[in-house]
T-cell receptor
Framework: GQQLNQSPQSMFIQEGEDVSMNCTSSSIFNTWLWYKQEPGEGPVLLIALYKAGELTSNGRLTAQFGITRKDSFLNISASIPSDVGIYFCAGRVRQGAQKLVFGQGTRLTINP | NAGVTQTPKFQVLKTGQSMTLQCAQDMNHEYMSWYRQDPGMGLRLIHYSVGAGITDQGEVPNGYNVSRSTTEDFPLRLLSAAPSQTSVYFC???????????????FGPGTRLTVL
């Protein structure tokens, strides 16, 4: 089946630093989604990308849909303590379809 | 507007027992899905529904049944619980705005299930 490889698996950074993480697939996706999950809660959708090359921002978060359609990137600028959590990427083959494939997650820890 | 609600929050079962995990949404979303999340892994799709009366299998459907008799409710049934089904289960509700081409999706808070 389709698999997403998300890296890094974990990050330990200082408050104020910028963060970069990525997600790669062996398959082409038409949609990339990025989520954040905090302990004991369900994931929250942060950003959705629908076109190859698309760059979309949500506050300090910026995500890009890779040109090859097999990868996506998430950047967080000027990290703050509330950015702590696990970030997941997900992809799907057809827009509007409900079958999502998730990456393993990137756990972000911030030292104040 | 409660969003997506899941009950129970915690459940312990013995091997072979059956139970139903409840999920309800009040946003009139057409799409609902069930995922399981195991330690160190992402979410895996169990079953999903694109509307009342329509369901389909996801990546890991074995051992689970679903039905969607109303837009609001999407229960997940474990037929005969096994230790391998110990996991955190998340229900999601979503819609896709064709005009704007954007997703709206919300996850419930999860049900933590342990099968002994």
């Amino acid at each position: 089946g389709q698999q997403l490889n998300q890296s890094p698996q974990s990050m330990f950074i200082q408050e104020g630093e910028d963060v970069s993480m990525n997600c790669t697939s062996s398959s082409i996706f038409n949609t990339w989604l990025w989520y954040k999950q905090e302990p004991g809660e369900g994931p929250v959708l942060l950003i959705a990308l629908y076109k190859a090359g698309e760059l979309t921002s949500n506050g300090r978060l910026t995500a890009q849909f890779g040109i090859t359609r097999k990868d996506s990137f998430l950047n967080i600028s000027a990290s703050i303590p509330s950015d702590v959590g696990i970030y997941f990427c997900a992809g799907r083959v057809r827009q509007g379809a409900q079958k999502l494939v998730f990456g393993q997650g990137t756990r972000l820890t911030i030292n104040p | 507007n409660a969003g997506v609600t899941q009950t129970p929050k915690f459940q312990v079962l013995k091997t072979g027992q059956s139970m139903t995990l409840q999920c309800a949404q009040d946003m009139n979303h057409e799409y609902m899905s069930w995922y399981r999340q195991d330690p160190g892994m992402g979410l895996r799709l169990i079953h999903y529904s694109v509307g009342a009366g329509i369901t389909d299998q996801g990546e890991v459907p074995n051992g689970y049944n679903v039905s969607r008799s109303t837009t609001e409710d999407f229960p997940l049934r474990l037929l005969s619980a096994a230790p391998s089904q110990t996991s955190v289960y998340f229900c999601a509700s979503s819609s896709f705005g064709v005009r704007l081409g954007t997703d709206t999706q919300y996850f419930g808070p999860g049900t933590r299930l342990t099968v002994l």
